[in-house]
């Protein structure tokens, strides 16, 4: 066995969340502004069966490849698929009447502190408990009692009226509310602790899927970072962190340790890097990396959208999960060893920061941009941006890799555009920040290598510390996973 | 907000001898920019630029006019890169775009479209692009 | 064509931000009076 770690499983998640659009950034200050806007809003919603029969989303979650998004142009809303489950081979994508059980589930109706959601009686026993029957993992009847009886519908009006709860949907009728956690501290408002509570209910799900896949106990995990975007805190500490425990709690890993990373776009990637360099030490064997979802890139491109009369396709939050451990001997491995990094130095120039993260770290073990079968870059569907005149974010990423490629002389001017079609991976993830930022392509990655004969690929991520205007800086890492050494005996390089 | 530092900056300076330079390549914004800072804020941001004509023509800084006025070194170093990173079609259409709003005639014609746009008809942007080529409507 | 001119910048937040515009503009012998890394909306 070699000293590298692996990714050894993995999950992605999606959750369909059409009636918590409007808790997204941008639909809520358009809506401040203008709250006709509802309307239009709640008419360009998906209904969950049009969410399933797409196919970037059964990509996401590893029924599709995502080459097989070349084969079709754009719209590729219009493409009917011949048999779309809700079950994926890596994870699923959950209807929005069970993420309301798993929000419930997350807050505690017990404890005076988290009872932060309410959800109306009828609704509970009617539509909740009824969706979530055959859920394999919601059945765990602790977690079930935490759903409660519920509230009556007058009981909710009034809180929204007394505490400004926020008022909670469900097909365009009241079912619930979301309370504040202190009447003055901001970061335990409302929208704040729903987007936290949201990240923390879609992270356990991913989890949960993740131990399932890989057949092990929540037990034996030693080690949970979360990667996710969020600032979970309170008034003293409004990015206070470690959400990894509120997660790895709900999911009962109670022999794990946690903490998060956190980097922007490019937080996964810098947890699996911490993850990989933990695991290397060896006290820590089986390491879960969790990223849950952003309820605040919601509708973020609603405008748009309802500009193109387009169904409004930030409706869904991702979530995913994945688990490092030691060289196992068949998975392939993380050459960590050949880490692409941006230091601060290089500063925002984009032939620097492309040669800092792809070229030099292959250069420096006897590799070619060409010796990379595949790229991953920013992995958002361009169908969301696109058809609205905006840019195609994973094209916009791969070009200059392609063009490294030519001024090294590996290729010529006119196979750019073949490089980028036979090697970059084409976008299928919903915008939602760190989840699109390379990783969406791991899991069909590592099958690429394992089963497809590829011999390494190269995740690559880009985070904006700019957008915090605490710095001018953007910042990006790349990770090459490679076939074990093991199973073609021996020769590390080409 | 932008629009006021905009407008006090212009009303301080020669307007003959100012221009904008563009770095952002998302068209709408590009287009919406480039308009606003020549005849004013007609898109509804209610900023400091509403009937405000500044008058101040825009370039993107990889027209090749500016490209032909950076020295070679710096050009080599750095912006070479990132203009062949561009997608090539998308380019000329941004140079195309951006010549376009630069003519008083055919900027005034476009605004006489903005102002008698009717949505029932489309979107505004898709008329915009339409009018200084009908290649370039968005897709369908 | 940009020597002794004054212009305002809007930079991109990526590659062409006001940084890279201010300093390849400034080496054109223009004058950046305003940069911003952002539009109008």
């Known amino acids: ?45 998906r209904p969950y069966e049009l969410v399933l029969d797409y196919l970037p989303n059964q990509v996401f979650i590893g029924n599709a490849h995502p080459k097989q998004l070349r084969t079709l142009s754009l719209p590729w809303l219009h493409h009917s698929l011949a048999n779309p489950t809700r079950w994926g081979r890596f994870g699923e994508i959950m209807p929005q009447e069970e993420f309301y059980a798993l929000l419930k589930m997350a807050s505690d109706e017990t404890s005076s502190d988290r009872d932060l959601i309410w959800l109306e009686e009828k609704f509970i026993q009617e539509i909740v408990l009824p969706a979530i ?18 509230k009556s519908i007058k009981q909710i009006n009034q809180k929204i009226t007394d505490s400004k709860s926020l008022p909670l949907f469900y097909q365009k009728n009241l079912i619930g509310c979301f309370h504040r956690g202190h009447e003055e501290d901001e970061s335990l408002q409302p929208h704040i602790l729903l987007e936290n509570m949201s990240t923390k209910a879609s992270a356990v799900l991913a989890l949960k899927h993740m131990l399932k896949r890989a057949d092990i106990s929540p037990l034996d995990i030693d080690l949970i970072i979360s990667c996710s975007e969020e600032a979970v805190g309170e008034r003293y500490q409004r990015g206070g962190g470690n959400l990894a425990r509120a997660i790895g709690d709900m999911t009962g890993c109670k022999n794990a340790i946690t903490f998060d990373v956190k980097a922007f776009c490019a937080g996964p990637l810098y947890a699996i890097f911490v993850a990989d360099s933990i695991v290397a030490r060896g006290q820590f064997k089986k390491i879960a990396v969790v990223g849950g979802g952003s309820l605040a890139k919601l509708g973020m491109k609603f405008q748009g959208h309802l500009g193109k009369n387009m169904p409004i396709l930030d409706d869904i939050i991702g979530a995913l999960a994945f688990l490092i451990t030691k060289d196992d001997g068949a998975s392939p491995v993380l050459r960590t060893d050949m880490l692409g990094t941006h230091p601060i130095g290089i500063g925002n120039n984009l032939q ?50 392609a063009v490294l490629a030519f001024q090294q002389g590996e290729i010529n001017k006119t196979q750019i555009n073949d490089f980028i079609r036979e090697r970059c991976i084409q976008g299928f993830a919903p915008i939602q920040g760190h989840i699109p930022a390379g990783v969406p392509y791991i899991g069909h990655g590592i099958e690429d290598i394992i089963s497809r004969c590829k011999k390494r690929i190269m995740i690559i991520a880009k985070g904006s510390p700019f957008l915090s205007r605490t710095t001018d800086l953007a910042d990006s890492i790349s990770l090459v996973i490679e076939q074990n050494p093991t199973n073609k005996g021996g020769a590390q390089n080409a | 907000m932008s629009q006021e530092n905009v407008a006090r900056i212009a009303e301080e300076q020669n307007k003959d001898n100012l221009i904008a330079i563009w770095g952002i390549s998302d068209i709408q914004p590009l287009i919406i920019g480039a308009i606003t800072i020549n005849k004013g804020d007609c898109f509804g941001f209610s900023g400091a630029l509403a009937n405000k004509e500044l008058g101040l023509k825009s370039y993107h800084v990889l027209e090749p006019e500016i490209i032909a006025a950076i020295p070679q070194t710096i050009y080599a170093q750095e912006i070479m890169f990132i203009e062949l990173s561009k997608d090539p079609s998308k380019l000329q259409m941004i140079f195309e775009i951006m010549r376009a709003l630069r003519d008083s005639a055919t900027l005034d014609k476009l605004m006489s479209k903005i102002e008698n746009h009717d949505e029932s008809s489309g979107p505004l942007m898709n008329e915009i692009l339409k009018s200084v080529n009908p290649k370039f409507a968005l897709p369908k | ?32 009076v305003l940069g911003r890394q952002d539009c109008f909306s």
Request: charged share 25%; proline share 6%.
């Open chain 1, 1 to 45: 066995m070699t000293e590298y770690a692996v990714i050894k499983n993995w999950s992605y998640v999606l959750v369909h969340t059409p009636e918590f659009v409007r808790y997204g950034s941008k639909p809520m200050r358009e809506l401040a502004k203008n709250p006709a806007l509802e309307k239009e809003i709640n008419s360009h919603l």
């Open chain 1, 133 to 150: 029957n055959n859920h394999p993992f919601l059945q765990n009847t602790d977690e079930k009692t935490k759903i409660g009886q519920g």
């Open chain 1, 352 to 401: 620097k920061i492309y040669e800092s993260i792809i070229l030099n770290p292959l250069k420096k073990h006897g590799l070619k941009i060409t010796d990379v079968d595949y790229f991953a870059t920013q992995l958002e569907n361009p169908e969301i941006t696109v058809p609205i005149g905006q840019k195609d974010i994973p094209l916009e990423n791969s070009r200059p890799i």
């Open chain 3, 1 to 32: 064509m940009l020597k002794g001119k004054k212009i305002i910048i809007f930079g991109d937040g990526g590659e062409i931000g006001v940084e890279s515009l201010k300093r390849w503009l400034e080496a054109a012998d223009a004058e950046v």
